[in-house]
Antibody, heavy 119, light 108 residues
């Protein structure tokens, strides 16, 4: 059973960098694509980007200038950094695994972690 | 960017009745569409992919249909555990991968 667990600070100050880590258990992080998705309180879902186990990435154009997603295969983890945050970045952040062998839907999700941007 | 529009925003249905949820894409996404179920305080859970293939763990009362720009999620006989928010997501033309704004299915 694949499990994903997000971790990181729940409170970040405006203009600082949000950093989260997703730890994968129950399977190797290799050979899969891993994404970050966020959900502002009471709102819908926004895809942030993905990283492949090789390190290749692709980001949402709306966030591309502020986002870095990286992978550490030795720890079976991948990470998100979002710079210059504002209150609009307050959200529950989920990590998720691409489900299809070619198609990009998500079959495993973490439970999510709430990150609040506030001074 | 492909915009996904779900309707209605809220659907009130009695247990045992049928629920029909709609998802429309701003341009064709072929059959590259997924549906997710999200309950309060939980992560979304994959329900349907490829527009009509049910994911593991969901019973046959859930069905998906459509292609191109018009999609439907049907729940044939609502059970208490089915009341949740449902999201559609396209994965045909990206980045970005995009989701609909959700339909809240509530007990009438």
């Amino acid at each position: 059973q694949v499990q994903l667990q997000e971790s990181g600070p729940g409170l970040v100050k405006p203009s600082e960098t949000l950093s989260l880590t997703c730890t994968v258990s129950g399977d190797s992080i290799s050979n899969y694509y891993w994404s970050w998705i966020r959900q502002p309180p009471g709102k819908g879902l926004e895809w942030i980007g993905y990283v492949y186990y090789s390190g290749s990435t692709k980001y949402n154009p709306s966030l591309k200038s502020r986002v870095t997603i990286s992978v550490d295969t030795s720890k079976n983890q991948f990470s998100l950094q979002l710079s210059s945050v504002t209150a609009a970045d307050t959200a529950v952040y989920y990590c998720a695994r691409r489900g299809g062998s070619y198609y990009f839907y998500f079959d495993y999700w973490g439970r999510g972690t709430l990150v609040t941007v506030s001074s | 960017e492909i915009v996904m529009t779900q309707s209605p925003a809220t659907l009130s249905v009695s247990p045992g009745e049928r629920a029909t949820l709609s998802c429309r894409a701003s341009q064709s996404v072929s059959s590259n569409l997924a549906w997710y179920q999200q309950k309060p305080g939980q992560a979304p859970r994959l329900l349907i992919y490829g527009a009509s293939t049910r994911a593991t763990g969901f019973p046959a009362r859930f069905s998906g249909s459509g292609s191109g720009t018009e999609f439907t999620l049907t729940i044939s006989s609502l059970q208490s555990e089915d009341f949740a928010v449902y999201y559609c997501q396209q994965y045909n033309n990206w980045p970005p991968l995009t989701f609909g704004q959700g339909t809240r299915l509530e007990i009438k």
